[in-house]
Nanobody, 115 residues
Framework: QVQLVESGGGLVKPGGSLRLSCVASGSMASLYVMGWFRQPPGKQREFIATISASGGTIYGTSMKGRFTISRDNAVNTVYLEMNSLKFEDTAVYYC?????????WGQGTQVTVSS
């Protein structure tokens, strides 16, 4: 089992930046592929990015450029740096840990972009 706790969400103005964090605890957490997803109001959950234990990254087609995923295996934490935020980035952001057939989710953190 892996437990995930996200933090760093909040209210930000358009053009602003936020950094989300997700701390993973549990056995072998540092070996899992970690990822970020988001669910805008009234829409389906969408993929943002993943990062492997060795640091390889994959981004959603519309995410690369403004969003950057990174991880620190020493503290079992994955980050999502978000820049030039837009109104449409408003969503609940979820952390995911995946290994083999296992997949774990955090509780989500709200990001609201508003002037």
């Amino acid at each position: 089992q892996v437990q995930l706790v996200e933090s760093g969400g909040g209210l930000v103005k358009p053009g602003g930046s936020l950094r989300l964090s997700c701390v993973a605890s549990g056995s072998m957490a540092s070996l899992y592929v970690m990822g970020w997803f988001r669910q805008p109001p009234g829409k389906q959950r969408e993929f943002i990015a993943t990062i492997s234990a060795s640091g390889g990254t994959i981004y959603g087609t519309s995410m690369k450029g403004r969003f950057t995923i990174s991880r620190d295996n020493a503290v079992n934490t994955v980050y999502l740096e978000m820049n030039s935020l837009k109104f449409e980035d408003t969503a609940v952001y979820y952390c995911n840990a995946r290994g083999g057939v296992d997949s774990f989710w955090g509780q989500g953190t709200q990001v609201t972009v508003s002037s």
